[in-house]
């Protein structure tokens, strides 16, 4: 009979990890953008690594706590290794999954066992709930769980620093310890204690909903610091744009007052024009012709880009390029069915440029510095290349700033990533022989 119930209780054990593999494997695809085979083959290792501790640790008498901790640490490794993109966002990853099933897990157990503990009191009976039962609504709590949270947990691996995983990734790691910590205390009776006159009952159930406070705040308290972060990141973000949108529409309207004054005026330039071509004056005329296209910010062979916002941009950073003797080299052009919002493609272009503006200005006296601007169609995908003279060897991470002070600077780059991920873009960057160079590839088609 014991034979026949150990291999009952063996194949729940592994339909439950199982199905934890699965749910965990296409989470952690979606966000990772990882492809169907990668999450099979991490699906298939979680959950051979699953039934190892439990037919093997536990065995030989493994202390739970260490168990744990290899199997969290196995958890960081499968992620990193198995799927792709910025290791800090995977580390990051496995760190959610880590903490969301953990809290899970032990919340509803000690719910469970509060409540079977409630029930066998009313009821007279003096039983406990079977560990099988328990372990398979626990697993199951940790499944839906991971199920319903993957929609709410999307953007916060959207457009994030590196440091922001990496601060991410140290507090989720703290919570797993001080769960499993606390968990190894409660599985060891230290947090049943003899209160007076309570018996045993009391104290298991005391202790119990001690573990239900305690792990409801901790999923309270980590949902709030995740969210929070990913609020607080945003809001810089978007005050960042905020204040590039404001620049752009101010240069539009500069221009746009250029050209209004210039309509204005047109009939007494006619007249002028007029009456010099009638006396054969031509250079007059020509150089009255000059005049007026300077007047209304348009010179003779400036590139037309195709958007409005974006020519005014980009003659606003020409002009400050050559008050500065950088040489500007500029051939842009945007496709007629491009995807990217006039906004967005300025915050990628007005980013680049400030960046490639500020390091030119930091070799005024050394070099020659220079800026170079392609954009185009290449295939089905929009390219933006852009060039300048940096005075570095290699290219500091995206988001990391340059600078000696470094206080807030390096969103640049990363509102760049940001807006080019939103389109599902690459972005790259490298410095070679005191060159910058950063690319931005976005897909001229939209994904279902």
Request: hydrophobic letters at 45%.
């Amino acid at each position: 009979m014991s034979g026949s119930w150990g291999s009952w209780e063996m194949g729940l054990s592994a339909a439950c990890y199982l199905l934890y593999g699965m749910r965990v494997s296409c989470f952690l695809k979606k966000r990772l953008r990882g492809k169907p085979a990668q999450a099979w083959i991490f699906g298939g290792l979680l959950f051979c690594a699953r039934m190892v501790r439990r037919l093997w640790l536990e065995d030989i008498g493994v202390p739970y706590i260490l168990a744990a901790a290899l199997s969290h640490v196995l958890l960081v490794i499968l992620v990193t290794a198995v799927f792709g993109g910025e290791r800090e966002k995977r580390v990051f990853a496995a760190a959610v999954v880590a903490a969301m099933t953990e809290l899970i897990w032990n919340f509803s157990e000690a719910v469970l066992v509060c409540g079977g503990l409630l029930f066998f009191r009313f009821t007279g009976k003096k039983e406990e709930i079977d560990g099988l039962i328990l372990m398979v609504l626990t697993y199951g709590a940790g499944i839906m769980a991971v199920n319903g949270l993957s929609k709410p947990l999307t953007p916060i691996f959207e457009g994030k620093r590196k440091s922001w995983y990496l601060c991410g990734s140290f507090v989720l790691g703290a919570v797993v310890f001080i769960t499993d910590l606390v968990n190894w205390a409660a599985s060891n009776g230290i947090m049943v204690h003899d209160w007076g006159s309570f018996g045993v009952y009391e104290n298991q159930l005391f202790s119990n909903m001690a573990l239900c406070l305690f792990f409801g705040l901790s999923m309270a308290v980590t949902g709030l610091f995740v969210f929070g972060m990913d609020r607080i990141d945003r809001q810089e973000r978007d005050g960042e744009q905020y204040r590039a949108k404001v620049a752009y529409y101010e240069m539009m309207e500069d221009q746009y007052s250029r050209m209004e004054r210039l309509r204005h005026d047109m009939k007494n330039h006619m007249l002028a024009l007029e009456n010099l071509v009638r006396n054969r004056r031509w250079e007059e005329a020509c150089g009255y012709l000059r005049e007026m296209t300077e007047t209304g910010s348009v010179e003779a062979g400036d590139e037309v880009t195709g958007s409005l916002v974006l020519d005014a941009l980009l003659y606003h950073k020409k002009r400050q390029a050559m008050e500065q003797g950088i040489l500007w080299q500029c051939d842009v052009r945007a496709p007629s069915d491009c995807p990217v919002k006039e906004m967005d493609l300025c915050v990628i272009v007005g980013n680049i440029l400030d960046n490639a503006l500020e390091a030119c200005a930091r070799l005024a006296g050394k070099e020659d510095p220079f800026i170079r601007i392609y954009m185009g169609q290449v295939k089905q995908c929009l390219l933006l290349e852009a060039q300048n003279s940096a005075g570095i060897s290699a290219a500091p991470p995206i988001g990391v700033s340059t600078k000696e002070d470094g206080l807030g600077h390096g969103l640049g780059l990363g509102n760049v990533r940001a807006a080019a991920a939103a389109y599902n873009g690459a972005v790259h960057a490298e410095a070679k022989e005191g060159v910058f160079t950063i690319s931005v590839l976005v897909p001229l088609y939209r994904e279902n």
